[in-house]
């Protein structure tokens, strides 16, 4: 059956959205390339992931409360800034100036995700979230099983640059495909009230803050995993192991939440997830290899359900683009939060600490999934009422 113009994913700015956040999913390989290339010692790999991801969340949102004032050359721009940060890195071994080039790439990157998750999520944002956690997963696999080969051929500094290729391709999106990607919803051909036309309901930035927690609770859990699993005395061969299954599953996942009417309820979805993110946190304590793989993998499958749906949720409720890119800006911003809330508690409080901080986030989420899917089914229940109780009710009023 033929979708009708409406249902259609906007595959060009789906695909530019997955190479605007392509960084984390190749991280592990890419700090591996950057200590064989300058010298980094692992300690400051840390540093290095800070650096890039604040810029994107800067980027992410100057987009969102400033996307529409760009032009379509500011997003050319923002590629090319990017692809020019990508090959200085090859080339900067001075620590402070290549944290500084990081956060450079870091912002480039976030206003092009930002915009450009916003307009995939234009039609189909359930279908949209879901394709851009499916290309990513798949792209960043392909990435990091091809940048180890070419670093033996070539070196760790020619597998770094050829990184760059991401920003030039996302480049090339900008320009053969500006109408249907990056160019801002004021003059976008599909025709959508402007910034302010329409209030935001409380349902949808409910579920906008459930996705931000959500991300925040995968981050901090995610952060620590590998940390956790040495500590316990698992090698770091079934790290890469559950890494590379734990892919495999999130990507399996994706396909299967892009359709547009949720199976199960949101909340359901949201506890079920939250548990499933804890899974690390309990599997390191036993010590046992086949144990964490299949914590890993759940917490795979359970982050990306519901991300996706949480965000696929958040971007329905509203047809203002500012909250679109607000919803899209979640993610870099719970990338960062995420790792700083749970560096904080495990330093105060250590295991126990980020096992708190990671339930409290959870719980925090998941209550505003209920809230929001109450109001959902009230505004539904008042729209669908009979005629004779409409009446009734108007007569007792008055």
């Known amino acids: 059956m033929l979708r009708?113009?409406?249902?259609?994913?906007?595959?060009?700015?789906?695909?530019?959205?997955?190479?605007?956040?392509?960084?984390?999913?190749?991280?592990?390989?890419?700090?591996?390339?950057?200590?064989?290339?300058?010298?980094?010692?692992?300690?400051?790999?840390?540093?290095?992931?800070?650096?890039?991801?604040?810029?994107?969340?800067?980027?992410?949102?100057?987009?969102?409360?400033?996307?529409?004032?760009?032009?379509?050359?500011?997003?050319?721009?923002?590629?090319g800034i990017a692809a020019l940060a990508a090959l200085a890195t090859a080339h900067t071994a001075h620590f402070t100036a290549l944290l500084a080039i990081r956060g450079l790439y870091g912002a480039a990157m976030g206003v092009l995700y930002t915009q450009a998750m916003s307009h995939a999520a234009t039609n189909r944002p359930h279908g949209a979230y879901g394709a851009v956690f499916l290309c990513q997963l798949m792209l960043s696999s392909g990435i990091a099983l091809a940048l180890p080969a070419i670093a033996d051929a070539a070196g760790p500094t020619t597998a770094l640059s050829a990184l760059a290729a991401a920003p030039i391709a996302a480049l090339v999106l900008v320009m053969l495909f500006?109408?249907?990607?990056?160019?801002?919803?004021?003059?976008?051909?599909?025709?959508?009230?402007?910034?302010?036309?329409?209030?935001?309901?409380?349902?949808?930035?409910?579920?906008?803050?459930?996705?931000?927690?959500?991300?925040?609770?995968t981050m901090m859990v995610w952060t620590f995993s590998g940390a956790l699993a040495v500590k316990a005395g698992i090698s770091e061969a079934v790290i890469g192991q559950a890494v590379a299954l734990g892919s495999l599953a999130g990507a399996a996942t994706a396909v299967l939440v892009m359709r547009e009417q949720p199976l199960v309820p949101p909340p359901v979805t949201g506890l079920l997830a939250g548990l499933s993110l804890l899974t690390p946190i309990a599997a390191t304590q036993s010590g046992d290899a086949l144990s964490f793989i299949i914590a890993i993998i759940l917490l795979n499958i359970g982050s990306t359900a519901i991300i996706v749906r949480s965000s696929g949720l958040a971007s329905a409720a509203s047809k203002d683009s500012l909250f679109r890119r607000f919803v899209a800006c979640t993610h870099a911003l719970g990338m960062i939060l995420g790792p700083l809330a749970g560096s904080v508690a495990t330093g105060l409080f250590g295991h126990a600490g980020l096992l708190s901080a990671a339930v409290l986030a959870i719980a925090t989420a998941c209550l505003m999934l209920l809230f929001?899917?109450?109001?959902?089914?009230?505004?539904?229940?008042?729209k669908a009422r009979p005629e004779p109780l409409e009446q009734f009710l108007t007569d007792v009023r008055y």
């Not at 400051?44 to 800067?58: N, R």
């Not at 051909?189 to 302010?196: D, F, I, M, S, V």
């Open 4 to 79: 009708t113009s409406g249902e259609r994913l906007i595959l060009p700015a789906v695909i530019l959205a997955c190479v605007g956040c392509l960084q984390p999913g190749i991280d592990p390989v890419f700090l591996t390339l950057l200590s064989a290339a300058h010298g980094l010692k692992p300690d400051f790999h840390g540093w290095v992931v800070s650096a890039t991801q604040s810029g994107m969340a800067i980027g992410s949102l100057m987009t969102w409360r400033w996307g529409t004032r760009l032009p379509l050359a500011g997003f050319a721009l923002a590629a």
């Open 178 to 217: 500006a109408r249907s990607t990056v160019k801002y919803e004021a003059q976008s051909t599909l025709r959508e009230p402007q910034n302010g036309d329409e209030e935001t309901d409380l349902q949808a930035w409910a579920t906008a803050g459930a996705t931000l927690l959500f991300i925040c609770a």
């Open 372 to 382: 929001a899917e109450a109001r959902s089914l009230r505004m539904r229940f008042w």
